[in-house]
């Protein structure tokens, strides 16, 4: 749970004892106390209005399929990618071709380029900027 294992549980009791003091320390542990067991009680209220809303179907449901922690996003990647057929012909890529404008500036000019003769010079327009 969030990581804690008994030996830092433990170091924080520790701690705890040390910063707090003989004289707070068992009033802090009842609040802890009754923090624990209202949480509980939340826990087990919330359980409860969960069976009398669903009515019978609350015990017909299977929680562990409902866990977010068995979904691990690699197996399920995995296991859409096996589906495939492994013998199937691989498809082809389709490729998108944008349509040719005929008339575009650059097919214009390299068709005059192309027009040109080895010992014409290219047309040199005096009032372009």
Do not use: C
Request: cysteine-free.
């Amino acid at each position: 749970m969030f990581g804690l294992t008994f030996e830092k549980l433990l170091i924080i009791g520790v701690i705890a004892v040390f910063l707090l003091g003989p004289e707070r320390l068992p009033h802090y542990a009842a609040q802890l106390g009754r923090l624990v067991r209202s949480l509980r009680d939340m826990a087990t209220g919330a359980k409860d209005r969960m069976r009398e809303e669903m009515g019978p179907d609350f015990d017909d449901v299977d929680w562990k399929k409902l866990d977010p922690r068995q979904y691990d996003p690699r197996r399920i990647i995995r296991e859409a990618l096996i589906d495939a057929d492994p013998f199937a012909e691989p498809e082809k890529p389709v490729v998108a071709r944008a349509a040719v404008n005929e008339n575009s500036a650059y097919l214009q000019r390299k068709r005059k380029r192309d027009a040109l003769g080895a010992d014409e010079q290219a047309p040199f327009d005096s009032e372009a900027t």
